[in-house]
T-cell receptor
Framework: QKEVEQDPGPLSVPEGAIVSLNCTYSNSAFQYFMWYRQYSRKGPELLMYTYSSGNKEDGRFTAQVDKSSKYISLFIRDSQPSDSATYLCAMSANTGGFKTIFGAGTRLFVKA | DTGVSQDPRHKITKRGQNVTFRCDPISEHNRLYWYRQTLGQGPEFLTYFQNEAQLEKSRLLSDRFSAERPKGSFSTLEIQRTEQGDSAMYLC????????????????FGAGSRLTVL
């Protein structure tokens, strides 16, 4: 079993839809939860990160962490064609060298 | 500062040849990471450096792989006797972590070096 599980999709939605992406994990030591966005043939770029449980909002993006269920989510409101990319969840702990573990990524297509 | 730079962007080689990738991190960052990413998968951790010290290596990093970070600046990743299974995107990332080890370890990635082994 992988430490981080993420449905690879693809997920196709119409422009303006609310998108929900999520990951589950098994390592209870994870404290930092991140979402990266990766466009084709580019390196991942950080969207946002959350420490421990709770919600965090940044513009059209909202990240949620439920440590009791080992479940994290990213919501995208008013999705745009420019949001079409692969979204990677990632997690790390303060111990073990800050090694960041990534999910497989979910490919998102937003149709105009 | 132009971010994390990787060179070359794409390398095509024949099985059995050696290849070397270079990464120039953000100058203020003290940690440097190498990841490997195959099609449809997320980045997989290979190794990381704190300044010039290599502190952790993944089981994925066989003895054909070696990484260095002389003087704590740029890093190189060498693959000897390449195999077709080595074909992947090799990603470099850097970050800054303070002495107390507090705060999120936010990685800044380069664009990657794509390896194709024929």
């Amino acid at each position: 079993q992988k430490e981080v599980e993420q449905d690879p999709g693809p997920l196709s939605v119409p422009e303006g839809a609310i998108v929900s992406l999520n990951c589950t994990y098994s390592n209870s030591a994870f404290q930092y939860f991140m979402w990266y966005r990766q466009y084709s043939r580019k390196g991942p770029e950080l969207l946002m990160y959350t420490y421990s449980s709770g919600n965090k909002e940044d513009g059209r993006f909202t990240a949620q962490v439920d440590k009791s269920s080992k479940y994290i989510s990213l919501f995208i409101r008013d999705s745009q064609p420019s949001d079409s990319a692969t979204y990677l969840c990632a997690m790390s702990a303060n111990t073990g060298g800050f090694k960041t573990i990534f999910g497989a990524g979910t490919r998102l297509f937003v149709k105009a | 500062d132009t971010g994390v730079s990787q060179d070359p962007r794409h390398k095509i080689t024949k099985r059995g040849q050696n290849v070397t990738f270079r990464c120039d991190p953000i100058s203020e960052h003290n940690r440097l990471y190498w990841y490997r990413q195959t099609l449809g998968q997320g980045p997989e951790f290979l190794t990381y450096f704190q300044n010039e010290a290599q502190l952790e290596k993944s089981r994925l990093l066989s003895d054909r792989f070696s990484a260095e970070r002389p003087k704590g600046s740029f890093s190189t990743l060498e693959i000897q006797r390449t195999e077709q299974g080595d074909s992947a995107m090799y990603l470099c990332a850097s970050s800054y972590v303070d002495r107390g080890g507090s705060g999120a370890n936010v990685l800044t990635f380069g664009a990657g070096s794509r390896l194709t082994v024929l």
